[in-house]
């Protein structure tokens, strides 16, 4: 059972935890130790584990990532007002060969899902999204991905599975369950324009940083849609991880990538939050804590919502343009948005009703004067699921 390549919790993790008040994340989550084995999984939300996989790295790492001092800065951090419950199960060490790891990973990841269980999953490199996402296999037919992440991460066709191309085999490995790709944050220098032509043909979304910079509710409905969310690490700015080789001055601040981190806790669609590349300093360590929280203080609100005209919760606003009759609703409980897109591929959505798109009330109002949105555009073009 994959499960039984799960390392324990290290002693020294589990001795600061004892120090800690009551209040802390350390004193209310369940570990996976030496003397007691793993936790019990029944009504576990989230369970957190390390993944120590490198030999995919695209920029080789000169020494192991120290996911118990992240573990640590989590722990000493206090609880919020939530209704979670917490386990961490440890670590996946490397195997024999980068194809074990990535097969122990998809068996892990594909327990917990089926267990209803958000994986938290801190790995070295993101080549790790791959067997992610292949753990959806026997769960769910279509699967979006969303990448937090300056660059794109599609490689030339012989190039090698790593961390800058593992795309490239997530989009043309079989069976071919990606039904919607998106990026948040990419920054142009880091891309090259074919990459770029590509996201454009196969209708993919794709947010600048500098825009979403400008507006971070415009990362909100993408994540609201998406069932995986990987979070490279290097998105986020040199000076906010404390660390200069490897990342770039240019990148999302801590408050920034936090709030997208809570954005992506509050979807009830996404059912797995990977980060990736991290590299060790102890304000990076912190980093990766905070995120984590913010995370899980996002899951502990969610709310599931779905439209209906039927519903006083929701009220719809139909938008005539002179290219089509767009349909929106807006929830008074949380005040997000969806408008409506015809299904062109209806064996996805299960009936021929149109689907439901996440969307904002700038993409109401850009319809309101007769601009089609964007995403409701590439949604129709490829069918929405």
């Known amino acids: 059972m994959a499960f039984d390549f799960l390392v324990p919790v290290k002693d020294k993790v589990l001795a600061f935890s004892e120090l800690l008040p009551p209040q802390a994340v350390g004193k209310n989550i369940f570990m996976h130790t030496e003397k007691d084995g793993l936790p019990v999984f029944a009504n576990a939300t989230v369970a957190i584990f390390g993944v120590l996989e490198s030999r995919n790295a695209f920029e080789k790492k000169t020494e192991k990532l120290d ?208 980060i990736y590349e991290g590299e060790n300093s102890n304000q990076a360590f912190q980093m990766v804590a905070q995120i984590i929280w913010y995370f899980i203080e996002g899951i502990s609100y969610r709310i599931k919502e779905y439209p209906s005209s039927k519903s006083e919760d929701f009220t719809k606003f139909t938008v005539p343009t002179d290219a089509e009759e767009l349909v929106f609703f807006k929830s008074h409980v949380t005040e997000r948005w969806w408008v409506e897109v015809p299904s062109i591929l209806p064996e996805h959505t299960k009936t021929n009703s149109p689907a439901l798109l996440p969307c904002t009330e700038g993409d109401y109002l850009d319809a309101c004067n007769q601009n089609i949105p964007e995403r409701w555009f590439k949604a129709y073009r490829k069918g929405f699921n």
């Open 67 to 274: 996911v118990d001092e992240i573990r640590i800065q989590l722990y000493r951090l206090m609880m919020g007002n939530w209704n979670s419950t917490i386990i961490d199960i440890g670590d996946v060490e490397e195997g024999n060969t980068v194809e074990d790891t990535y097969f122990v990973v998809k068996e892990i990841v594909a327990g917990l899902l089926e267990e209803n269980i958000i994986p938290i999953i801190i790995g070295y490199t993101q080549d790790i999204t791959f067997p992610t996402y292949r753990a959806f296999d026997n769960i769910k037919e279509m699967v979006n991905l969303t990448s937090i992440d300056s660059r794109f991460d599609f490689g030339e066709d012989e190039e090698l599975t790593s961390s800058h191309s593992y795309m490239s085999r997530i989009i043309t490995d079989k069976p071919n369950n990606l039904f919607n790709f998106s990026n948040i944050g990419y920054q142009s220098y880091f891309n090259a324009q074919e990459e770029m032509d590509l996201m454009e043909r196969l209708f993919f979304d794709a947010y600048r940083l500098g825009d979403i910079a400008a507006n971070i509710e415009l990362a909100e409905p993408v994540l609201r849609s998406s069932d995986i969310v990987s979070l490279d690490l290097r998105a986020i700015r040199a000076s906010e991880m404390g660390l200069s080789k490897n990342f770039s001055p240019n990148g999302f601040t801590g408050r920034e990538i936090c709030t997208i981190a809570r954005y992506a806790g509050l979807s009830d669609r996404v059912s797995l939050f990977g």
